[in-house]
């Protein structure tokens, strides 16, 4: 294990991602945080823009120049998307290792992410050089990459309970139905009326059904990873809770199974992951919360032979900051679980 | 349209359905409150027991007698599954309109009760005689019954979306996927640990996964309505709100439709139905709670032949007080809307 | 009782006052809603805009003009402040009777107003008409007033349990600390990031200390009650809820009393007042919520000669909405609490 | 600093203070957690009783016995009060080091204990060899103690920011008023009515005024810092968050102040302090939930000569586990934020 320090800086740092990678990196035995980007809060000390970091960081926010990131060993950027994609490449350029935090670089077709993120991409000859930040399926080229896309919170929470079985060919790869809830902070820092407290309490809402951007990258992905194509119908809907997803997937069945015969394809799929906790019940979201843990449970649909998934994760950590950590761990050499846990 | 003034008496007036009755026969112009009848909290005045109703009722909670129901017209029971059902055969007996909030009369078949609720159903020869109480369908049964079942929360989220679209044979009534989303109230006045406000609070969770009670009953009011026989893989989640559900149903189309043909079937189906508000978008939780309406919204999912449906109610008035007043409403030829509105 | 019926119009009906208006006065027999007007929502249609009144009004907001208040009998505005003081002069002129939500006509002095208020007052002239529109106090002079300045919500709660202590002289004028809490929906519809759920959710703070508007307005209505010049002290919190306010107020004795002598004060003090319930026992916002009530409890902390008073209302009830209507039915003549109960 | 490592046995561990100090202990690099004592959840394995722990403790709950605690270098006990005052005298007879995190010890005089806990103490010996367990004020007694009474989360949140002020004789002793509002997670885990999610979600309710047990802990350490005898009004209330405690106390100045003098009071007191950070405004509760922080602000009352004070705590960390673990680290000679930053 590599037991060297490394300096990492981080773009769009005031955001709730990165916040969250503020938080995590403080206790990373061996990261030292060099710069922090930001671009409304630029020129603000941490401590007041993020409160809860008061005491932990002695610095400020600063405008963002290329040049400002040379002694980075690693740049995270933590920004809404569309940005991402003018910056990456000189950063590239300047023979930098980045971990993007946002969706610019997960989608290999440059057409699949105009479509579904309505803006051209800027930069799509780094798209194929981008390797997708999922440790539990990529972990050799994670290691190896010098872009890594980071996945997606709701993808996370999808492709880990449905990989093992697609590829163990138990399931059909059509006909998913993926019902997500999410946390609202999923949404990033928000001043909109739509988002405000009077309006999300004490209710629930599906949102950008059959639009959001999410569709594309769980499908390419489970394509990836199973060498079929398959389709799922991904219905997002808007939580009263600050963090936290809980996908419940139904699948069916091609052939009769047992409940041993599932728990066996989960446990062997992921035998050797430290996030992954394959559970007798069904998950809950409070026992993931701050944590860069997945807890995935199943349950056999008697009357349907249907086999009903259910996942549950941290949009912020395992779905975010926490799964970019792990991804930078891999890529440096670290231990895998450095700082998270 | 009568204008006469009918006498009401409560059974399990304490609970949350029951409070939630009295807080709107409060308002109701032709019903008179007669006797409240209570278990643990009988001999105490109501304002001691649900402070919200301070001022509005100057009575005590009573224990349930049969006699002392002479002089009502109607008995509301509002009690845990398994007790309406040694109750309601000597209200009957007595030439008492009754009306059932909870389970156990329901389901036709008491083979399915006892597999469902896991006790013996005490009193099958009235299961027969008890019409279902969902007045968008079952209008002149209900104005003539003796006894109303009132329809399950969950199940009036579920059948209400999709009875027009099965009768229409737009979709398949098999590998229907309904996920179902609840406040807490649903589940009762609680003193659980696992319904304690701390661990509920910031977390969601699916519970009673292919073993729900509303299982049956969802499946027999389908078959009912269409004359098919439906599966319907029925997955509840228990949110961190007080009131309210969505439920989120895919469907598969059995042929091509337009978004203006699923518009027009529900808008037929459901004319001259005062709570069924029919919606271009997707429902919200909010809109609904405090009110007996229930809001429908649906999308065509392109790239799967799938036809999604929303709905939302409050659990505790269309899925529960406010559907049983329309129901007694009916029964006693008031307005449908009168106290409800 | 007057039981003819009148025209009301809203200006500002959008808004959660607006909206809390329209929600009271669809179920009051003796009001018809005429026009609705609103800013960035006019031409908007009430059921786009507030959907859950989808149903019970069929109409859409207008662009407010003078001459559109035309065969109004009462024009409500739910305004921020500084608005309705360019309006309210032209109502008057054309003879309209004006209840404002907003607190433009509430203080009498326009240096206080503009102190508080943070900009010049722009119709001095009318703030002496205004008639300040608590009815447990101003019954008579709401009746006929062509102006009522409708009190703020902290005010309310505040004002109501101390005016009778004071009157009676037993508890000292100064040194009233007067800690109050109160849901999101107090401070409107708002598209800050500060209101935004993830920054209120699991939190409360204290805010605007020293300098709220509703200090002097408090301060100048218990001097008109009371006779004497009292200081209050208060400190007002944000909670993560969306309706409801508790007030928790600190008094000192200026002589022995008893618990007996207390409730003899406030039950003569507000005897004949249907929205006022004195409690046995504390108050807790939950009891308030949806209805016109202000619950009053109080506590003698046995070691300090003090007297600690509690009081509960729901913010856009009788701290907004319901309050507006109680006193449109003091001016018209109707039963006090019309629509209310 | 020692950098030796320790054995830690829980009593109670499987409680909400108990599975915080697992949490926070599994990241503390000298301590080994020994042995997990509990009552009902005795012989489950901590994964299943405490699901966010699953993968971090790989062990079972087990029935204390007082020999079960051997080789331990330190107990930690979170049982509910009257419990630990039956065990503490074993354990300090068998030469451990103990911290107990209830009530039992922190009141020297067993009258005060009765009065308020309303239970005889049985081991009223070892009262006067307990020490206050507040690192700012008693470190170097503390280093030495062999039984700590870790404070209660209540008194930590009002004794930090009044101390000084009083030390300073700036502030009146008497006629404090401390409004306190605290998440659910301070009343432990329940299973009564009146904590379940549907009773306490969307509303706030004062409780315990005048007899809640923190009031004699606050005015005794009070008097034994400031050499005067205090008199604080306590009234604390119920918010309806899980975790975080907001105290707002109001004092009366001695003398006219500045800002400045009152910041430099704060800074020269807690100089050193790494938990204690003084803020220029107001604090949040959700700036220190999940921290073993206390964030302090103040305003000065031009009006009223008066000096309010804002602090917050989570009362799970600085309340309870956290500062006990911060005891601990002073207790064996390892950096006092060690584990907890």
Same mark, same amino acid.
């Given at each position: 294990?590599?037991?060297?320090?490394?300096?990492?800086?981080?773009?769009? %740092?005031?955001?709730?991602?990165?916040?969250? #990678?503020? @938080?995590? &990196? =403080?206790?990373?035995?061996?990261?030292?945080?060099? /710069? *922090?980007?930001?671009?409304?809060?630029?020129?603000?000390?941490?401590?007041?823009?993020?409160?809860?970091?008061?005491?932990?960081?002695?610095?400020?926010?600063?405008?963002?120049?290329?040049?400002?990131?040379?002694?980075?060993?690693?740049?995270?950027?933590?920004?809404?998307?569309?940005? %991402?994609?003018?910056?990456?490449?000189?950063? #590239?350029? @300047?023979? &930098? =290792?980045?971990?993007?935090?946002?969706?610019?670089? /997960? *989608?290999?077709?440059?057409?699949?992410?105009?479509?579904?993120?309505?803006?051209?991409?800027?930069?799509?000859?780094?798209?194929?050089?981008?390797?997708?930040?999922?440790?539990?399926?990529?972990?050799?080229?994670?290691?190896?990459?010098?872009?890594?896309?980071?996945?997606?919170?709701?993808?996370?929470?999808?492709?880990?309970?449905?990989?093992?079985?697609?590829?163990?060919?138990?399931?059909?790869?059509?006909?998913?139905?993926?019902?997500?809830?999410?946390?609202?902070?999923?949404?990033?820092?928000?001043?909109?009326?739509?988002?405000?407290?009077?309006?999300?309490?004490?209710?629930?809402?599906?949102?950008?059904?059959?639009?959001?951007?999410?569709?594309?990258?769980?499908?390419?992905?489970?394509?990836?990873?199973?060498?079929?194509?398959?389709?799922?119908?991904?219905?997002?809907?808007?939580?009263?809770?600050?963090?936290?997803?809980?996908?419940?997937?139904?699948?069916?069945?091609?052939?009769?199974?047992?409940?041993?015969?599932?728990?066996?394809?989960?446990?062997?799929?992921?035998?050797?992951?430290?996030?992954?906790?394959?559970?007798?019940?069904?998950?809950?979201?409070?026992?993931?919360?701050?944590?860069?843990?997945?807890?995935?449970?199943?349950?056999?649909?008697?009357?349907?032979?249907?086999?009903?998934?259910?996942?549950?994760?941290?949009?912020?950590?395992?779905?975010?900051?926490?799964?970019?950590?792990?991804?930078?761990?891999?890529?440096?050499?670290?231990?895998?679980?450095?700082?998270?846990?």
């Amino acid at each position: 294990m590599n037991t060297q320090s490394i300096s990492a800086s981080i773009i769009g %740092a005031a955001g709730y991602s990165g916040a969250e #990678l503020l @938080r995590i &990196l =403080r206790r990373h035995p061996h990261v030292r945080v060099k /710069r *922090l980007f930001a671009a409304s809060n630029a020129g603000k000390h941490v401590a007041d823009v993020l409160p809860q970091l008061r005491g932990s960081y002695d610095c400020s926010f600063e405008t963002y120049k290329p040049e400002l990131t040379d002694g980075s060993d690693i740049v995270f950027l933590a920004l809404p998307s569309g940005e %991402a994609m003018h910056i990456v490449p000189e950063l #590239l350029a @300047r023979n &930098l =290792r980045v971990i993007d935090l946002g969706g610019d670089f /997960r *989608l290999r077709d440059p057409k699949l992410y105009e479509q579904y993120y309505t803006h051209v991409h800027a930069a799509p000859d780094s798209l194929l050089s981008a390797v997708y930040g999922l440790p539990e399926w990529n972990r050799a080229k994670i290691a190896e990459a010098r872009l890594v896309a980071n996945p997606g919170c709701y993808p996370t929470s999808v492709i880990l309970p449905l990989a093992p079985l697609l590829r163990a060919k138990i399931i059909a790869e059509l006909g998913i139905i993926a019902n997500s809830l999410s946390g609202v902070s999923g949404a990033g820092r928000s001043s909109s009326a739509e988002m405000s407290f009077a309006e999300v309490n004490e209710s629930v809402r599906p949102y950008k059904v059959g639009v959001h951007q999410h569709i594309p990258e769980i499908e390419q992905t489970l394509g990836d990873l199973s060498g079929m194509s398959s389709a799922v119908t991904f219905i997002p809907h808007l939580l009263p809770i600050t963090r936290g997803i809980l996908s419940s997937i139904a699948t069916t069945l091609v052939r009769p199974t047992s409940r041993d015969e599932v728990m066996s394809i989960f446990r062997s799929a992921y035998k050797g992951c430290p996030f992954v906790r394959i559970l007798e019940g069904t998950p809950e979201i409070k026992n993931v919360v701050q944590t860069n843990f997945i807890d995935i449970g199943f349950s056999l649909y008697e009357r349907g032979n249907q086999l009903l998934l259910f996942s549950t994760i941290d949009n912020l950590v395992k779905g975010a900051a926490g799964q970019a950590v792990q991804n930078m761990n891999l890529m440096f050499g670290f231990n895998e679980t450095e700082g998270l846990m």
